[in-house]
T-cell receptor, first 112, second 111 residues
Framework: EDQVTQSPEALRLQEGESSSLNCSYT??????LFWYRQDPGKGPEFLFT???AGEEKEKERLKATLTKKESFLHITAPKPEDSATYLC?????????????FGQGTELSVKP | DVKVTQSSRYLVKRTGEKVFLECVQD?????MFWYRQDPGLGLRLIYF???????EKGDIPEGYSVSREKKERFSLILESASTNQTSMYLC??????????FGSGTRLTVV
């Protein structure tokens, strides 16, 4: 069964304290791994797509990496505005199209 | 930018009412999806559609139905709303085999 597990469930950081979020997956044929950011009361906002092991993507203080079994979202010198829930999802092929399977998310809180 | 528009941000409905949640996308995407999101349970797929007039059940379809008469519009229907359907409902669209673009969500409260 395809499965995505994120850890930790919640993470509290001080401003400037770098850390990483983990997303481990078991899927029969990875077609892509996606990271989203979600602010309270809003829809998820796309951050990155990774397709193959060894691939890395960066955006401001965020960097996503991918191995054959997991992905990491590294946050360097975070700021309070980085506080949000970060969702990881893997793309599987289903019938004529693709379907994303989501992890439970990591709730990040950055204190000034 | 792709836009996915959900018709309402907040809705309050009574138990037993028939409820329609509307979603429109403007980028000619083939795929459209309806999720609900609840604390501790994450995103759960209700229904999805790969083409006009085509629908597939997700993980939790009970109590819901959908309609896709036009490519750009995907409607979620709660046949007889119940309090356990109080939730955040998220619509998304995507090209054939790619990631999703989400709408802003509809927070539905059933009283």
């Amino acid at each position: 069964e395809d499965q995505v597990t994120q850890s930790p469930e919640a993470l509290r950081l001080q401003e400037g304290e770098s850390s990483s979020l983990n997303c481990s997956y078991t899927v029969s044929g990875l077609r892509g791994l996606f990271w989203y950011r979600q602010d309270p009361g809003k829809g998820p906002e796309f951050l990155f797509t990774l397709y193959s092991a060894g691939e890395e993507k960066e955006k401001e203080r965020l960097k996503a990496t991918l191995t054959k079994k997991e992905s990491f979202l590294h946050i360097t010198a975070p700021k309070p505005e980085d506080s949000a829930t970060y969702l990881c999802a893997v793309l599987t092929i289903y019938n004529q199209g693709g379907k994303l399977i989501f992890g439970q998310g990591t709730e990040l809180s950055v204190k000034p | 930018d792709v836009k996915v528009t959900q018709s309402s941000r907040y809705l309050v409905k009574r138990t037993g009412e028939k409820v329609f949640l509307e979603c429109v996308q403007d980028m000619d995407h083939e795929n459209m999806f309806w999720y609900r999101q609840d604390p501790g349970l994450g995103l759960r797929l209700i229904y999805f559609s790969y083409d006009v007039k085509m629908k597939e059940k997700g993980d939790i379809p009970e109590g819901y139905s959908v309609s896709r008469e036009k490519k750009e519009r995907f409607s979620l229907i709660l046949e007889s709303a119940s309090t356990n359907q109080t939730s955040m409902y998220l619509c998304a669209s995507s090209p054939q085999t790619s990631g999703y673009t989400f709408g802003s969500g509809t927070r539905l409260t059933v009283v």
